[in-house]
């Protein structure tokens, strides 16, 4: 499986596709975004880390599909939602390699299973807030 899709890719092959402008679909993503956000922003136990860390990608990719929504556009893949990133939103090529590194420690944990260490959170938690905080600051 591919690594890396561009705009043009992700055009071509129909992954991404112009739409209505969506409001009220895009308002539907922030808010369930917000509620997962206010559900994790809490110490968890190290057992649950992994879960925490899933949890910042799903709320990413939310706050994406609102973004993609907001602008009249539909995704069907994951690769093709960085490809976006890259294609709508200025100077965020280091965020954007985060959202790509957490989405592959994702789907390690998802398909593998992969436990993660504590200190993976904490090293990158600021980041993935930040990289929230931005992607709201968009929408």
């Known amino acids: 499986m591919a690594n890396e899709m561009s705009w043009k890719e992700c055009v071509d092959q129909g992954i991404i596709t112009e739409t209505q402008a969506d409001e009220e679909r895009s308002s539907q993503m922030l808010q369930m975004a917000d509620l997962r956000i206010e559900f994790w922003d809490k110490k968890v136990d190290d057992k649950f880390v992994a879960l925490k860390v899933e949890a910042y990608y799903d709320i990413i990719k939310e706050l994406i599909f609102a973004h993609l929504y907001k602008n ?19 100077d965020f090529d280091f ?20 436990t993660i260490k504590k200190d993976y959170l904490e090293r990158n938690e600021l980041e993935f807030k930040n990289i929230i905080k931005k992607l709201k600051e968009e929408l």
């Not at 995704?75 to 490809?83: P, Q, R, Y």
């Not at 965020?95 to 992969?114: A, F, M, S, T």
């Open 72 to 90: 009249g556009y539909n995704c069907t893949n994951h690769l093709c939602l960085i490809a976006y990133l890259k294609q709508k939103i200025q």
């Open 95 to 114: 965020e954007i390699q985060k959202i790509d590194e957490l989405r592959k420690v994702r789907n390690e944990i998802n398909y593998r299973g992969l």
